[in-house]
């Protein structure tokens, strides 16, 4: 691996592109999430002068305390919280974040939709589904999606872009790329929120529209 995370950021896009050409793609229908969780703006600097604009952190207090002074630097910064959000969090990820990827129950829907209305703002949202069905991991349950997704719609207001998903780490995770990818079709979904550094060029091949890739472009924690 390159040591230089501007290398590594263009590295990872080659390889985007490539594997959009393969599934026979634009490589314009997949965007870039650089997760940048636990790594602090100088470290992340490197990556928004290579040309990089959208991040995604894992947690809401983490992002407020060090996105707010680079999006002053750098007004078209868009920040994706793509980890699990609390309902009493709402309010700071409805201000700060550009879209939310973990909307996985009920509380934490009428949380983020009454702050929408409040706020008068309108981040992109996506469902997680537990495709896995792990007890250790957020989202939904895949029998429950399709009920969840229309609650979300219909009773909340909220519109829903997509859906995403993590697989268990010990499966073969084109089974959980294709079942996300066949429940947003039935749903009308058009965003599809998967992969990351191990395995989004397989997440391209099933119609990722976001990959989320940390550790490849920043290095290890």
């Known amino acids: 691996m390159t040591a230089n995370p501007a290398e590594r950021l263009q590295e990872i896009r080659t390889r985007i592109a490539t594997a959009a050409r393969e599934a026979g793609r634009d490589a314009s229908s997949v965007r870039l999430i650089a997760v940048s969780k636990t790594f602090e703006a100088p470290e992340i600097l490197p990556v928004i002068e290579a040309g990089q604009r959208l991040f995604g952190e894992n947690r809401v207090q983490e992002a407020k305390a060090k996105w707010p002074?680079?999006?002053?630097?750098?007004?078209?910064?868009?920040?994706?919280?793509?980890?699990?959000?609390?309902?009493?969090?709402?309010?700071?990820a409805v201000q700060l974040f550009d879209a939310i990827h973990a909307i996985d129950r009920?509380?934490?829907?009428?949380?983020?939709?009454?702050?929408?209305?409040?706020?008068?703002?309108?981040?992109k949202l996506f469902v997680q589904v537990n495709t896995g069905e792990e007890p250790q991991k957020a989202?939904?349950?895949?029998?429950?999606?399709?009920?969840?997704?229309?609650?979300?719609?219909?009773?909340?207001?909220l519109g829903i872009a997509?859906?995403?998903?993590?697989?268990?780490?010990?499966?073969?995770p084109a089974v959980h790329f294709a079942f996300l990818?066949?429940?947003?079709?039935?749903?009308?979904?058009?965003?599809?929120?998967?992969?990351?550094?191990?395995?989004?060029?397989?997440?391209?091949?099933?119609?990722?529209?976001?990959?989320?890739v940390g550790s490849a472009i920043f290095g290890s924690r």
Request: charged share 30%.
């Open 69 to 92: 002074p680079l999006r002053e630097r750098f007004g078209d910064l868009e920040l994706h919280l793509v980890g699990s959000l609390q309902s009493n969090k709402a309010r700071e």
């Open 106 to 123: 009920p509380k934490v829907a009428v949380a983020v939709a009454g702050e929408m209305a409040k706020q008068g703002r309108r981040p």
């Open 139 to 157: 989202g939904v349950m895949p029998r429950e999606a399709a009920a969840f997704v229309r609650h979300c719609r219909d009773e909340l207001g």
């Open 162 to 172: 997509g859906l995403m998903c993590i697989p268990p780490a010990d499966e073969e």
């Open 181 to 212: 990818a066949k429940l947003a079709t039935e749903l009308g979904l058009k965003e599809l929120s998967m992969g990351m550094s191990a395995d989004f060029e397989t997440a391209i091949a099933f119609g990722a529209t976001c990959v989320r």
